[in-house]
DNA sequence: CATATCTCAGTAGGACTGAGATTG
DNA sequence: CCAATCTCAGTCGTACTGAGATAT
């Protein structure tokens, strides 16, 4: 008997296909894709959104702030406010108390902005995790809370260090 | 009350969270790099394991076939093999009787490789999902391969278009 | 002087594409 | 002539680094 080797019929080493690591970082590569794509059809990109999204929820702050907050990289926040402020959805001005600083600022174009990217990315999200259940995608965002929790630490949990 | 902003401190935007995708792509990223250094410790690559954990389920077989199993791109799979093959660790030759293939075989030593990376990968997993229960990591490889095979099928779950 | 911020140029690695040569 | 395979050169987007300018 021989197989034609239909697309969905590849199988896969059970070695490797233990390994869940390697299932993690496929699912996050098509994921990330599906949801780059949605807001790209909107000129957006993910960093603009977490940037919008943590101005809404934290007011008015600094590029290093946002940084720190959002997890993108300093350089990646300069070229993400340089789109943004360009779109008048967030305006960049030099703190006067720290001239060191910018202020970034959601603007009111900046608000709708982000209802629209979040609409965007809820919908491309809803399709990308179409198999799991609610309380599934619960669990999933639970665990993956926690291993992000576990891996912001170096090495050493050291609560007390004295 | 003003908090010093404790690296274990930063809070993050709601709405920013609350997007399983982004965390997703975050966790993905730093149980992949921890993976990618045990490996890199042993003079290895993800696809180096991921080809020689193949080639142990089915023998041997063609870089097409190993590209189509692993979901290593087809000119990754050249440089995996170029480095295998220096290595001792697999061998390479043309199929006579289809002179376009190469048949790629697992030598004794490539073997004992792979043992050596499966540990060493256990190893790394073990510590990168410590903060989950053996219950909970076999849902999210459920579930993660559940997701996988979602998005394999390019947009329309076709089982019956007419 | 040490530190923090913003910015830019550039690096490193990963996934992928396009095309040429060969063979079926 | 069309299709599959192997290979190489090169593209594209991502995360990140190093360093300079400025300010505290």
Chains 1, 2 share one sequence.
Request: aromatic fraction near 2%; proline fraction near 4%.
């Amino acid at each position: 008997m021989i197989w034609a080797m239909d697309p969905t019929d590849i199988e896969i080493a059970p070695l490797l296909d233990a390994q869940p690591s390697r299932l993690l970082s496929q699912v996050a590569l098509t994921v990330t894709r599906s949801t780059a794509q949605a807001l790209e059809r909107l000129d957006a990109h993910r960093n603009h959104f977490a940037v919008l999204a943590t101005l809404q929820a934290f007011g008015p702050q600094s590029q290093a702030e946002l940084s720190r907050r959002t997890g993108v990289d300093r350089s990646d926040i300069v070229a993400a406010i340089d789109q943004l402020e360009r779109d008048k959805t967030v305006s960049r001005a030099v703190d006067p108390t720290d001239r060191r600083q910018n202020i970034i600022t959601l603007t009111s174009v900046g608000e709708a902005r982000l209802e629209e990217l979040a609409g965007a990315l809820e919908r491309a999200q809803a399709a990308a995790f179409a198999p799991l259940s609610q309380t599934e995608m619960a669990d999933l965002v639970s665990m993956l809370g926690r291993l992000r929790e576990h891996h912001r630490r170096p090495v050493g949990d050291d609560a007390g260090t004295s």
